[in-house]
C-alpha cells in the first residue's frame, strides 16, 4: 500500500529530475549558441585588427619566407590559429602564419564566414578584405577547439544545476518526512 509520504516523495523528486533535465538541455543548448557567436564574433575583430594593422607597403615585397624566431621558452602554436594575407590583384600570399597551408584558407577568397577542412580536421574561417579591394586577411581557428570551450561550459553549468537538484531533492525529502 502506498503512504501518502511516499507518494508526496516520489511526485517531488520527479518533479525536480525533470526540472533537472530541462534547465541542463536549455543550457547546453544556450551555451552552444552563445559560443557560435562568440566564436564568429572573435575571428571577424582577429581579421579586423589584423588588417588595420597592415601596412600599404606589404603590397609590394615578395611573400616572406624567414620568420622571427620567437624566444627560447616560447613556442609557435600555429595548430591553433592561422592567418594568411592575400594580395587580391595578382592572388599572391604575403604572409601567413607558422603551419599554414600555401593554398588559401578560404578557397573563394570571398568575403565573410566558411566551414573548411585544413588537414583532415575542422576549422571554421572568416575572410576580410580591405576597403580598396587589395588586400584579403583570412583567419582560422579549429572547431574543436571551440567544441571544446562549449562543453567546459556546458559541464560547469551542470555541476552546479547537479547540486542545486541534490540540495532541493535533500529538502523536499526532509520536508516530506516531518
Known amino acids: 500500500m502506498k503512504t501518502l509520504r511516499r507518494q508526496l516523495t516520489v511526485t517531488l523528486l520527479l518533479t525536480l529530475l525533470l526540472a533537472w533535465i530541462g534547465v541542463s538541455a536549455f543550457q547546453q543548448y544556450e551555451t552552444m549558441r552563445a559560443q557560435t557567436g562568440v566564436r564568429d564574433l572573435w575571428l571577424r575583430d582577429a581579421a579586423t585588427q589584423m588588417l588595420a594593422s597592415l601596412p600599404v607597403s606589404l603590397l609590394g615585397s ?78 582560422a581557428k579549429p572547431e574543436s577547439e571551440w567544441r571544446a570551450r562549449s562543453w567546459y561550459s556546458v559541464k560547469r553549468g551542470l555541476i552546479i544545476v547537479s547540486i542545486l537538484f541534490v540540495l532541493l531533492a535533500a529538502v523536499s525529502c526532509a520536508v516530506v518526512c516531518r
Open 62 to 139: 615578395v611573400a616572406p619566407t624567414e620568420r622571427f624566431a620567437p624566444p627560447g621558452a616560447e613556442l609557435v602554436d600555429g595548430d591553433r590559429v592561422r592567418f594568411h594575407v592575400w594580395s587580391l590583384a595578382d592572388r599572391r600570399l604575403l604572409m601567413r602564419s607558422p603551419e599554414s597551408p600555401e593554398a588559401p584558407l578560404s578557397a573563394t577568397l570571398a568575403d565573410g564566414y566558411a566551414d573548411v577542412t585544413l588537414d583532415g580536421a575542422a576549422w571554421r574561417v572568416f575572410s576580410l578584405t580591405d576597403a580598396s579591394g587589395r588586400v584579403q586577411v583570412q583567419v
